[in-house]
């Protein structure tokens, strides 16, 4: 078996270790492979050792792989997503994780409606309040959720962070946990009629502190692919 292989299973086992600490099913956390900068044949190795689930973060490379990998991959958009890329983008993703203003939410609606499609989102939560971080602050998740519902071309499945880089992974628990306690909140208001089942948050040096508080999806590059 390839490193890549041993790589994913290892990580797939880790996952099942922090569900279990945490009390949780390991069929309730989705492991994607963000495979962004990395050759086809990589991807490839990953798709043998089961992976289905995929994350790029720029739409130039995530549909020049689209046709290169077979049928049955779910591709996920993880990365910022500029308003004039809307067009290229919908119809080819699973999931866009990193929905991060109500301008962007617009125009994915529109586009949709013209190609006569829903398109699953989460709302991206800089909950650190980062400068450099795009995302919507926890403050404005709400209002968004109750504006983007009104959307008939737009699912919003859930929310994502991208937590703090941090030595520690135990430094991102508060942040995790405060992302989840307001998604919880946010899900018993069921402002967008029980569509939101999704939490993404957890890289490849915090995820296993994210299942332990409560991802439903984690994105692990480097811990699957090596070093970009
Ligand atoms: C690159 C990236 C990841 C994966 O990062 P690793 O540290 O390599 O696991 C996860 N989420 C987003 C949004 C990314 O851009």
Redesign the pocket.
Known sequence: MGEIQTNLHRTQREIGQACQRAGRDQGEVTL?A?S?TKPLELLREAYDGGAREF?E?RVQELLSKIPLMPSDVRWHL??HLQTNKVRQIIGKTYLI??VDSLKLAGEIEKESGRQDVVTDILLEVNVAREESKFGFLLEEVEEALRAIGEFPHVRIRGL?T?APFVEDAENNRAVFRKLYDFYVDMKTKNIDNGSMTILSMG???D?WVAVEEGATMV???????G??
Do not use: E
Not at 219 to 225: C, E, N
């Open positions: 994607i963000v962004k994350g973060n993880i990365g994780h990193s994502m991208v890289m490849t040096g995820f994105r692990v590059g480097t811990g699957i692919f070093a970009r």
